[in-house]
């Protein structure tokens, strides 16, 4: 007996890169109709990548319909609505651009371009482009615990911000054997832990304060300026075995302060050289009237302690974010039961599909990108004056500086 349901319309998904970043938007679009009752179907049409034989083998992998070789055929086909870009960030302009300029729809992972330069016509393109979607893939936002925290405070919970601190701490780049990878040349990526990372943090500061950055002061570095070259293996990549190596020509770490026009101070701290931490993106919010903490290594919690308590019930109360009435949670499991990282691109694409029917910009937007990547320009120009006050000097040079 046939269906009498009716048939959703499909919302055609073209995705250009297939790694890591790939690999969770590919389940995020596979997942996202199977929980969410959506106005579109996604479909999964086609990947793209430059290897043909690679790019079938992802598409087989990771549930999509075809594969493509060059984004710009990917682009021009009827059966594709919305291209969603996974790609290193020295193309994320051009084809985001192009694309949008070709009436698609448009998710393009962080940090949204390498330049200002490029954000800048990667916004300009999206202004100029009516009824299509531009979205930027902070996906954090998407995290349960961290929709609650943007709750409480855009209802006023915490009273006037005073405090926001920031850290975010892996450990992959601390073997100085570790191959030099497309996100240690700034020509590919930008920058290093500071665009990879702290983009991230910059976003849910200004997300959770609900206002830009006014001004920063930062230090950058990079310990480890040389690394061997990458050569391909049956395995996959590895270091030259004859050890030639090449320059590491981004930061790997950031440290850097900021102030908000509402005079609420941030610190945020960014770094892939922290031995034991995988993962860690910790957030303090101070305000008048309380304060919120959260580990997205403990990512279905929230902190919270409520400053107008009576002393005598004062400390910080833990939230358990698995309940129906918290962010996206009524469509997942019964009351108790926790979500993961992987969720986040489901929520990222529920809500912009949902954008799609609705014809509204979702957010974060490509102008929230844009402020986002002036903000990470503003670091490394602050970084790259490398002015500080000493005893000695009011304004000195460090010595030693490694970036």
């Known amino acids: 007996m046939e269906s009498t349901v ?8 073209g ?14 679009w596979r997942t996202v109709g199977r929980v969410f009752d959506l106005p579109f179907e ?43 870009i996974c790609t290193p ?45 531009a979205m930027v893939g902070f996906n954090y936002r998407r995290t349960p615990a961290l929709s609650l925290a943007h709750g409480l405070i855009a209802a006023g919970r915490l009273g006037t911000l ?21 996100r240690l040349r700034r020509e590919s990526a930008g920058s290093g832990a500071l665009g990879d990372l702290g983009s991230h943090i910059v976003d849910l500061a200004q997300h959770l304060a609900g206002e830009p950055l006014a001004g920063v002061t930062a230090l950058t570095t990079t310990f480890i300026a040389e690394r061997p070259l990458l050569t391909a293996v049956p395995a996959g990549l590895t270091g030259s075995p004859r050890g030639d190596r090449g320059k590491v020509t981004v930061d790997d770490a950031a440290l850097f302060t900021g102030r908000f026009p509402s005079g609420a101070l941030a610190s945020f701290e960014a770094t892939r050289f922290a031995h034991g931490r995988k993962n860690a993106l910790r957030i303090e919010i101070n305000g008048e009237d309380g304060s919120l903490t959260f580990d997205l290594e403990r990512l279905n919690e929230l902190h919270f302690f409520d400053g107008t308590a009576p002393g005598a019930e004062a400390g910080f109360r833990r939230i358990l974010v698995t309940e129906p009435d918290h962010p996206y949670l009524a ?65 000195g040079k460090r010595e030693g500086r490694a970036s």
């Open 6 to 13: 009716a048939r959703k319309p499909r919302l055609g998904i």
């Open 15 to 28: 995705m250009v890169g297939y790694a890591f970043m790939g690999a969770v938007h590919s389940q995020g």
């Open 42 to 84: 996604p479909h999964l049409a086609a990947v793209c990548g430059r290897n043909r034989q690679a790019a079938r083998a992802a598409a087989d992998k990771l549930g999509w319909a075809s594969a493509e070789t060059d984004w710009r055929d990917l682009i021009r086909r009827d059966d594709i609505d919305l291209v969603d």
């Open 89 to 133: 960030g020295e193309s994320h302009a051009e084809i985001a651009i192009a694309a949008l300029d070709a009436g698609k729809h448009v998710l393009c992972e962080k940090p949204l371009a390498n330049t200002v330069e490029e954000a800048e016509a990667m916004a300009a393109a999206a202004a100029r482009s009516p009824g299509r979607i």
């Open 162 to 182: 005073r405090h926001i601190r920031l850290t975010y701490l892996q450990d992959w780049l601390v073997d100085p054997d570790f191959p030099l990878t497309w």
């Open 331 to 395: 469509a997942w499991w019964p009351p108790g039961h926790g979500l993961g990282y992987e969720h986040t691109f489901v929520h990222q694409a529920r809500d912009l599909v949902q954008a799609v029917a609705d014809g509204t910009q979702p957010s974060p937007s490509f102008a929230d990108g844009l402020q986002v990547q002036r903000v990470l320009t503003a670091i490394e120009e602050s970084a790259a004056k490398d002015c500080v006050y000493t005893p000695v000097s009011p304004c």
